[in-house]
């Protein structure tokens, strides 16, 4: 065991004389394994952070609520027919889901708009107006951080009150308690009842800039003829096939949808939109590992390439050492842990640009691209298969060469 590093670590000096005799040709050979081992790290981490961001983003809709509306949100029906289905409303099938659906714990139904929502002398444009039920709080797995939410008497009086998001506070009221405050909504007075906690955005949508206002308010204000859509929380997340077929049921009976006819109403729930986003990523992970393959491939013919210049110019050497007693897998071994050498070079580099590339993306977009360690694994993988393989063929050619032919070559 002794012998064995003992030689080993001769032959890795070896390798590393050989190497720094010539510094520019190993840089070069080299710089094909930067490449391809930065873009794999830097790519994967990239999209480690992109998965964060959407995981966390995702997490918000809740695996266990459905979403019901006119439009499937990714539907191969025709737009053009599904707009002219009739619209969901509150006293048809918002009530009958609520009546009649016994795997259902709450349905919320949402109106949305937006509004100017000003406090004294501050503004704010565009925010997110919400109109719904007490129940939406349970629906969104939403809780407020002050205050409190929506009540069913603020709903059943149409009382004039609002839950806003943390955004809204935070700009509208600085270092203010908004709490009891009145704000103005478009032209109407609201009192702030509840702010609620930062959740931060939401496939590019800002959660924290929204106002919650009882429904029968918003209809009331700002117009009934609104696209209405209801969100179902399931008793049991497991049971969440079950709930839809049973709202199915109720939909198509109180909607009078023909028994052979197809539904005019779409069941939309979080997993589509995480199915839709795997089959992205795969294709993204695809393309990645394609362009750094092709560096690294490049690299390699680099390596072969240098390692079969290296066995040439050696050839006496070989002689030498096998006429003194080195066998083949000795020759064998010095010319593999060469090439295993360059290649773990240009990989160790081609991590750390790798880092490098994580950090700048970082830093400069809302991604939380970081090298975890699975990325450092594949990375040294990716080096010690290229080192091998590449390697191989030179190693081989090395070891099988005469003594005495090496020892006659000028």
Known sequence: ?????????????????ALASNKMR???????????????????SIIQGLN???????????SDTLYIDKFSWFSRVDWLLARNRKDLTLEREGMAIKKYATLVKAVAPVVNGNRTVKFQSEKLKNVQVTGTTEEYAITSNIVPEFGRMLTQ?????????????????????QKKDPLGRRIKIGDHDFRVIGVLEKRGNFLGHNLDAQVIIPIGVFQKLYGSRRWLTIQAKVVDPTMIEEAKDEITGILRRVRKVPPKAENDFAINQQDM????????????????????????????IGIMNIMLVSVTERTREIGIRKAIGARNRDILRQFLIESLAVSAIGGIIGILVGFAIAKLVASTTFLSASVTPSSVIIGILFIGLVGIFFGIFPAYKAAKLDPIQALRYE
């Open 1 to 17: 065991m002794k012998r064995t590093i003992i030689e080993l670590w001769e032959q890795l000096k070896i390798a590393f004389q």
């Open 26 to 44: 190993s840089f070069l050979t080299t710089l094909g394994i930067v490449i391809g081992i930065a873009t794999v790290i830097g790519i994967h």
């Open 52 to 62: 964060r961001s959407f995981y966390t983003s995702i997490s918000a809709l809740g």
């Open 153 to 173: 008497a603020d709903v059943q009086h149409r009382r004039n009150v609002c839950v806003i998001g943390w955004e809204v506070a935070n700009r509208l009221f």
């Open 273 to 300: 939109i995480a199915d839709l986003y795997k089959r992205l990523t795969a294709a993204l992970y695809a393309v990645a590992f394609g362009v750094g393959s092709i560096a690294l491939i490049v690299g390699g």
